[in-house]
């Protein structure tokens, strides 16, 4: 990894209270921006999140990298939480951080992180779902509203389960279950609204980067700014329901 000084950034909430200090600087990735870059963004606690995540991976070099911030409220407080997601040439590493308030003045805050390293090799599904708007009208330059990129590797399953109906509103005979299997161990929902739209463009690198790596294909050429082709479309996903990465 090349080392560049990182620049300081001033203190604000979800930051860190002392100057960035220079360290490490990870390879710019298909998204054009360096690692180091997209977390100082981010700028939730980014020099705590960038040396846990250099710990994580072990000296190993970013081939493509996703950063997520996540904003949303538990009663009265607004929580936010932030996860990581680097591949390398073997390795998929992802970083989830929580900050938490253990008193009403604010004073005492601990973070909670979490690290996971899963070899390429064991992924089993990587899926990219899409939402447009108006899509009756659609043209190949409109914009993606929000994209859901799930992620298996473990094998495990959620099962989603609700009565079952024979489409009779007057109807009141038990006709059982009927439920969902998702495959998944991470899903991260980005909303162009919410995110911006290089937010939905750089998941949309980063799975294709993940893809490559996964399927031993040759790796995504680097960015350069312009908007993805359009490709052909060979299979439709069924409809999957989604839930966020450790809401609590």
């Known amino acids: 990894m090349s080392s560049q000084p990182s620049p300081s950034t001033p203190s604000t909430s979800g930051s860190d209270n002392q ?7 990870h390879s710019h990735t ?3 921006q360096s690692l180091d870059g997209a977390l100082q963004k981010a700028g939730f606690y980014p020099r705590l999140v960038s040396d846990v995540v250099d710990d994580a991976l072990d000296g190993r070099e970013c081939v493509a990298h996703l950063v997520h911030l996540e904003t949303h409220f538990d009663r009265a407080e607004v929580r936010r939480h932030i996860t990581v997601l680097v591949l390398t040439a073997d390795m998929l590493v992802i970083t989830h951080v929580d900050d938490q ?13 979490s690290t996971e390293s899963v070899p390429v090799a064991q992924i089993r599904s990587v899926v990219l779902s899409y939402m447009y708007s108006q899509p ?9 509203r929000e994209v859901t990129l799930a992620i298996a590797w473990s094998g495990g399953q959620r099962l989603d389960m609700g009565p079952a109906s024979c489409g009779d509103p007057q109807c009141e005979a038990d006709h059982g279950y009927s439920g969902t299997i998702a495959q998944e161990d991470i899903v991260l929902r980005i909303s162009a609204e919410a ?3 290089q937010a939905v ?8 980067a993940l893809r490559a790596v ?11 700014g312009q908007a993805l082709q359009p490709r052909p479309r060979t299979g439709v996903f069924g409809n999957r ?8």
Do not use: C, M, W
């Open 101 to 113: 308030q253990l008193d009403e003045a604010g004073e005492q805050i601990v973070a909670q992180i």
């Open 30 to 32: 298909p998204q054009g």
């Open 19 to 25: 100057a960035t200090r220079p360290h490490s600087s």
């Open 195 to 197: 995110d911006g739209p």
């Open 201 to 208: 463009q750089d998941a949309k690198l980063f799975a294709r």
């Open 214 to 224: 996964n399927t031993g294909s040759t790796a995504p050429a680097p960015h350069t």
């Open 136 to 144: 009756q009208d659609y043209k190949p330059s409109d914009p993606v």
């Open 241 to 248: 329901l989604n839930r966020g990465h450790q809401q609590r």
